[in-house]
């Protein structure tokens, strides 16, 4: 591990990892080979002969090397990691001891995704964000296969097909990738009102995650917890970041996806190398069965909430994400979750998006992962023992040696023994009904919780919904869609479907529809600060000339804090501080660019400062940090440079001083430490 302890997956791991570094080069069969460049051909410039086997496995391998791609959260990272319960609070709840017992290290692989986009797409495109965890606990493997938003788009999962057809790009040409802002997304949306709910949520910050480490996550359907006693307590699963819920400005991701498409990828990676391991919260919010029919939504229904004011998220547990994985195709390309791998303790409940879920994703690995030994595949293998009759088929790995392999068997001595108390039981649910294709009418109310979410957002919040709205539907061709959609969200707050109106040139709805006036401050990226320091990247615009003395002051105190500071000048290499001295630069100014930093630093030095307000680039890089609402700072001469990008020196979020004295350098890692200035006046500033 990153720690220098192995746990019980990493030893399980260690079996499969190869590394031949000293050893000849070797044909799958283990052939010796001495040229991998030439193939065997009847003279120098004769033809090629099919004999040549070196040639033929290593062009056919090759030629096998892809698998489908998810159909859906294609692209993805993933990292290992580990969880622990604080204490036995669970105890009473459930019979899952990863849950119950605190002095359990259980080892887990989290992947995070995308939805719509393919596997090359880009990271930072406005969409939801998967958040699976597998746990590999010693009774076996439970995946908790949530996203960062905590509700979901329909309430069956018979509608899923539909969704995704709609949502991905058009099959005709096969447009756009990786967004939602066409025709049939919201052509969908405004025939299907349940889909309201989390449209606000998509719309919002939330779909622009600045960082795996930093937006939180949602098993989203009601789960159930089981005792020893078979008594079940519903519960919905939360993962709250340490590092808070931080997002980047729309404009600034459409740029990073050109910049550095694998900017969320990348960061999750750079975290884990640099020790600044992300970590959450689990929390749990705990209904008791008796409780059931006492909400005005249904528990069932996965496009609600239970607003954390009604039935607080009590914090359970921890996850630290502290290592990279080996080989990506490997582990994160071929981890399978399963929304049906459930331990003894956490069972189902009868929402109908969840029971198709529990048939889809077995399903999709055996087309994906090619046969029914997928979980066999070292990253999905349980660290729990496994044993049973199920033989034979695509890939199989196990050479299972007894001479039965059915059960029950007197042979082998009726082995493997079917287990006691310790297996798995279902929650003996009491179900009686009428076959129906119905949905409940406790389902039916789209739009409360769409108002709570658009009630209890800042304004900043709300403006960027609002041009969300107008930029998706803005894109869609058909006006009578774009109008079906502001009468839905007419439904939601009269205000907001008036913005969005006027902005994409449709008749604002003439009804004023009233506004319960409720709301949830949990739901507030405002509220959601937390610790954002560590891993934060922190832009130093040097030259020939800049004083050293500012940029140690501040660099160290950023390092110290688990920040990353860079230093950019116009050339890699070094620049000649102010004092003689050799300042190395981390990068060249014309690779990178200010959408991939969150804090800005200019040091003093006048003969740096002058060159850098003579430089496009560096003067550009400063006013677009401006326009994104980062922290920007100037010490002494470095002044220069804010008012020659025209950034005031009064606006919120802007630091100049004299010298990098302490005052200073406290107020710049406290300004780097929040949530965005989104209250600049920057319609001024170009895109
Ligand atoms: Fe998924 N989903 N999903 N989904 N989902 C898949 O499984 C599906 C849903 C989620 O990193 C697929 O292995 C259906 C909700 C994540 O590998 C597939 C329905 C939530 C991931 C599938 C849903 C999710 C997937 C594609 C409606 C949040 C990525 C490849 C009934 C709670 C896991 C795969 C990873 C992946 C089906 C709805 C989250 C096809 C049928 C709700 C995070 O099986």
């Known amino acids: 591990m990153a720690n220098g302890r192995r746990d019980a997956k990493d030893e399980q791991l260690e079996n499969y990892r190869v590394s031949p570094q000293d050893a000849p080069l070797t044909t799958d069969q283990g052939i010796q080979v001495d040229d991998t460049d030439n193939s065997l051909t009847v003279g120098q410039r004769g033809p090629t002969l099919l004999q040549d086997f070196i040639l033929r496995e290593k062009i056919t391998h090759f030629d096998h090397e892809r698998i489908p791609e998810r159909v859906v959260h294609a692209r993805g990272a993933g990292a290992y990691g580990v969880f622990q319960v604080y204490g036995d609070s669970l105890a009473e709840y459930t019979r899952a001891e990863f849950l119950r017992d605190p002095s359990i290290e259980t080892p887990v692989f989290v992947r995070f995704s995308t939805v719509a986009g393919s596997r090359g797409s880009a990271d930072t495109v406005r969409d939801v964000r998967g958040f699976a965890t597998k746990f590999y606990t010693n009774q076996g493997n439970f995946d908790l296969v949530g996203n960062n938003m905590p509700v979901f788009f329909i309430q069956d999962g018979i509608k899923f097909p539909d969704f995704v057809h709609a949502v991905k790009p058009e099959p005709h040409n096969e447009i756009p990738q990786a967004q939602s802002a066409h025709d049939t997304l919201w052509d969908f949306v405004q025939l299907q009102p349940e889909t309201i709910h989390m449209m606000m949520w998509a719309m919002s910050d939330r779909a622009l995650p600045r960082s795996y480490a930093q937006m939180q996550g949602f098993g989203v359907h009601t789960f159930r917890l089981v005792n020893d006693r078979d008594e079940a307590t519903f519960v919905k699963f939360h993962w709250k970041p340490k590092a808070g819920v931080h997002s980047m400005d729309w404009d600034e991701t459409q740029k990073v996806a050109g910049k550095d498409p694998d900017f969320n990828r990348r960061d999750l ?22 409780d059931e029919h006492k909400f ?75 046969g029914p030994n997928f979980p066999q595949i070292p990253v999905n293998q349980p660290v729990a023992p496994v044993r049973n009759h199920h033989r034979d088929g695509y890939h199989q ?47 039916e109310d789209h739009y409360s919780q769409a108002t709570l979410f658009w009630n209890s957002m800042a304004d900043f919040e709300k403006e960027h919904i609002v041009s969300a709205f107008r930029f998706e539907l803005g894109k869609v061709d058909d006006a009578s869609i774009r109008e079906g959609v502001v009468k839905h969200l007419n439904h939601v707050d ?194």
């Not at 502290?322 to 399978?336: D, G, I, K, S, W």
């Not at 050479?399 to 001595?413: L, V």
């Not at 798995?424 to 389902?443: C, W």
Request: charged share 20%; glycine share 8%.
């Open 269 to 290: 990676w750079d975290r884990i190398e640099k020790g600044n391991y992300p970590e959450y919260e689990l929390g749990v919010q705990l209904v008791p069965a008796a």
């Open 296 to 370: 005005d939504f249904d528990l069932l229904d996965p496009t609600k909430i239970i607003p954390e004011e009604e039935v607080p998220v009590r914090p359970v547990g921890k996850l630290v994400l502290n290592r990279n994985p080996n080989n990506f195709f490997a582990e994160t390309e071929q981890v399978a979750f399963c929304i049906a791998n459930v331990v003894p303790g956490i069972d189902f409940t009868d929402d109908p998006l969840l029971q198709a879920r529990i048939f889809s994703y077995l399903d999709t690995q055996l087309i994906r992962l090619g």
């Open 397 to 443: 790995m196990r050479i299972d040696t007894p001479h039965t392999s059915y059960h029950k068997n007197s042979i082998s001595g009726g082995c493997p023994a079917l287990a006691g108390d310790t297996a798995f039981r279902h929650y003996p649910e009491q179900v009686d009904g009428k076959l129906i294709r119905k949905r409940a009418e406790s389902f």
């Open 494 to 687: 009269h205000g907001l479907a008036t913005q969005v109106a006027e902005g994409v040139g449709v008749p604002v709805p003439d009804e004023v529809l009233p506004n319960h006036g409720r709301t949830s401050p949990a739901l507030s990226q405002l509220n959601l600060v937390g610790e954002p320091l560590p891993g934060r990247k922190v832009a130093v615009l040097v030259a020939d000339g800049s004083d050293s003395s500012s940029i140690v002051a501040a660099g160290e105190a950023l390092a110290t804090k688990g920040a990353v500071p860079e230093l950019l000048a116009r050339t890699d290499g070094v620049v000649q501080a102010a004092d003689g001295g050799r300042v190395e630069v981390t990068r060249a100014l014309p690779t990178m660019a200010s959408v991939l930093y969150d804090a800005i630093l200019v040091p003093d030095g006048e003969r740096a400062a002058d060159t850098l307000s003579g430089d496009g680039l560096a003067v550009f890089f400063v006013t677009e940090a401006y326009k994104h609402g980062k922290p920007i700072a100037a010490v002494g001469a470095g002044a220069k440079v804010l008012e020659r990008a025209g950034v005031p020196q009064d606006a919120p979020g802007v630091l100049v001083a004299a010298t990098a004295d302490e005052s200073f350098v406290r107020a710049f890692l406290d300004a780097a430490s929040g949530q965005r200035f989104w209250s600049r006046d920057v319609a001024h500033i170009p895109a």
